[in-house]
């Protein structure tokens, strides 16, 4: 079992910037590729970024490239969300999860963490 846990999140103004981080206790998080994602109120969660077990492969939602970056940290088991020029859009809980390498779909979540955007 996987627990992970978010932080760094709070208020910021728009065109600031915020750094999430995730560690997992209990597991190494090297062992897992994972994931960012956000659920804004009244919105179905989505997708932000991930990278994968490797620290190599990465993907962001459109609206986030050239804003956002992921990165890991294997030696601390953390993995970072670093967030620039934040928009009121990007106003959201942010989660992070953890999958195997072999899985699809991402079997660990952390509790979240707000994010608040203001304008």
């Known amino acids: 079992q996987v627990q992970l846990v978010e932080s760094g999140g709070g208020l910021v103004q728009a065109g600031g910037s915020l750094r999430l981080s995730c560690t997992a206790s209990r597991r190494t998080l090297s062992d897992y590729s994972v994931g960012w994602f956000r659920q804004a109120p009244g919105k179905q969660r989505e997708f932000v970024t991930t990278?994968?077990?490797?620290?190599?492969?990465?993907y962001y939602v459109d609206s986030v490239k050239g804003r956002f970056t992921i990165s890991r940290d294997n030696a601390k088991n953390m993995v970072y969300l670093q967030m620039n020029n934040l928009k009121p859009e990007d106003t959201a809980v942010y989660y992070c999860?953890?999958?195997?390498?072999?899985?699809?779909?991402?079997?660990?979540w952390g509790q979240g963490t707000q994010v608040t955007v203001s304008s």
């Open positions: 990278i994968f077990w490797n620290g190599i492969t990465q």
């Open positions: 999860a953890a999958r195997t390498q072999s899985s699809i779909k991402y079997d660990y």
